[in-house]
């Protein structure tokens, strides 16, 4: 009996990296003068998602690059959020986000676009499972504010569905409003 719950976290454990990918986006190497010479330290950046929707984001810090990494998944599985995907594939709509002096501008595209954007924003919308989108980000490059900056406007999205209830309406009139003003009736 002692030996199956001893068992039951390594299945569990096996079945997470099934199901969640995780990409590395960033890793920094730190360094501490001492008395002695220098002590050198990493800090990761990961993405992790289910490529369905979940998606987050965790930074960890050791002495070594595979225990910051492990550190940075652990964190990021931590901060998974769920964002409304239009079929699956892409944004229900235009956003922007922004963090520190990083700005970033999601804008939802047709299918057979694919993944047009750059960096750690790409980490992002591949561990989301998003096909088609197109993201340009202005003023920092840091990774860390990218990221920050790409969550922030993928938070601010909102489906038909939400919207509709928020204002007591249907969701074909919510689309059907969205079709109007497109052909400028």
Request: glycine content about 14%; hydrophobic content about 35%; proline content about 4%.
């Amino acid at each position: 009996m002692a030996r199956n719950r001893e068992n039951k976290p390594q299945g569990n454990e096996q079945q997470e990296r099934g199901e969640f990918s995780d990409k590395l986006v960033a890793i920094n190497r730190v360094t501490k003068v001492v008395k002695g010479g220098r002590r050198f330290g990493f800090a990761a950046l990961v993405i992790v998602g289910d490529g369905k929707g979940r998606v987050g984001y965790g930074s960890g810090k050791a002495k070594e690059v595979a225990e910051s990494k492990q550190k940075a998944t652990q964190d990021a599985k931590k901060s998974m959020v769920r964002i409304p995907l239009r079929e699956g594939r892409t944004l229900h709509h235009d956003v922007k986000g922004r963090f520190g002096s990083g700005r970033v501008i999601l804008r939802a595209a047709p299918p057979g676009t694919g993944i047009i954007a750059g960096g750690p924003m790409r980490a992002v919308f591949e561990t989301l499972g998003i096909q088609d989108i197109v993201a340009k980000s202005v003023g920092s490059s840091n990774p860390y504010n990218m990221v920050r900056a790409t969550f922030d406007a993928l938070l601010k999205l909102q489906s038909p569905k939400a919207t509709a209830a928020r204002r007591g309406k249907k969701i074909g009139d919510i689309i059907g409003d969205r079709e109007t003003k497109a052909k400028g009736e």
